[in-house]
T-cell receptor, first 114, second 113 residues
Framework: EAGVAQSPRYKIIEKRQSVAFWCNPI?????LYWYQQILGQGPKLLIQ????????DSQLPKDRFSAERLKGVDSTLKIQPAKLEDSAVYLC????????????FGPGTRLTVT | DAKTTQPPSMDCAEGRAANLPCNHSTISGNEYVYWYRQIHSQGPQYIIH???NNETNEMASLIITEDRKSSTLILPHATLRDTAVYYC??????????????FGQGTTLQVKP
């Protein structure tokens, strides 16, 4: 079974530029999560999708971050414009259903904003 | 905020059991204890979860105290590949609308040869 795929793995941009991350969850998984992990901290949930609907985006900085999950499969997370404090690893996870016991994480995208 | 307290770091000798403690004194009756680990440069990986009974799987054992205010994750024979950050998380179990995991700082386990 293929795992959660993310791309790119690494990205370096200058502040005020925009960037987008892509996630392909495990086939058939209805729930998709985006987490932000700042160096030295645990991951923090940004947004949770159930199929193509948003379940929880309370921690998403909506003035600069946006996410979509068209057709309830792949998802894209965008930052525009980026700030220095956005430097982090962005992790995508999926689970078969909301509240499912196990979340499967991708390898993450490491973003550096200079 | 995370609802758990873990020591920031621990060492363990290779081949010995690693016992990782976690305090969750404010846990609610419908909240489960989950353990994940994160090996360097990888995403977190699910290990085990439990409600009130002790649990065991191919990776680890989870011992939950009778009052459910603390638990211990046991890796019976630690190897160098078990070096990672281990996160103890409490969350409402399956069947709810709350799927998110709230990660704390975790415990960095260093397995030494």
């Amino acid at each position: 079974e293929a795992g959660v795929a993310q791309s790119p793995r690494y990205k370096i941009i200058e502040k005020r530029q925009s960037v987008a991350f892509w996630c392909n969850p495990i086939s058939g998984h209805a729930t998709l999560y985006w987490y932000q992990q700042i160096l030295g901290q645990g991951p923090k949930l940004l947004i949770q999708f159930q199929n193509n609907g948003v379940v929880d985006d309370s921690q998403l900085p909506k003035d600069r971050f946006s996410a979509e999950r068209l057709k309830g499969v792949d998802s894209t997370l965008k930052i525009q414009p980026a700030k220095l404090e956005d430097s982090a690893v962005y992790l995508c996870a999926s689970s078969p259903w909301t509240g499912g016991y196990e979340q499967y994480f991708g390898p993450g995208t490491r973003l550096t904003v200079t | 905020d995370a609802k758990t307290t873990q020591p920031p770091s621990m060492d363990c000798a290779e081949g010995r059991a690693a016992n990782l403690p976690c305090n969750h004194s404010t846990i609610s009756g419908n909240e489960y204890v989950y353990w994940y680990r994160q090996i360097h440069s990888q995403g977190p990986q699910y290990i085990i979860h439990g409600l009130k009974n002790n649990e065991t799987n191919e990776m680890a054992s989870l011992i939950i105290t009778e009052d459910r205010k603390s638990s211990t994750l046991i890796l019976p024979h630690a190897t160098l590949r078990d070096t990672a950050v281990y996160y103890c998380i409490v969350r409402v179990g399956a069947g709810s609308n709350t799927g998110k995991l709230i990660f704390g700082q975790g415990t960095t386990l260093q397995v030494k040869p």
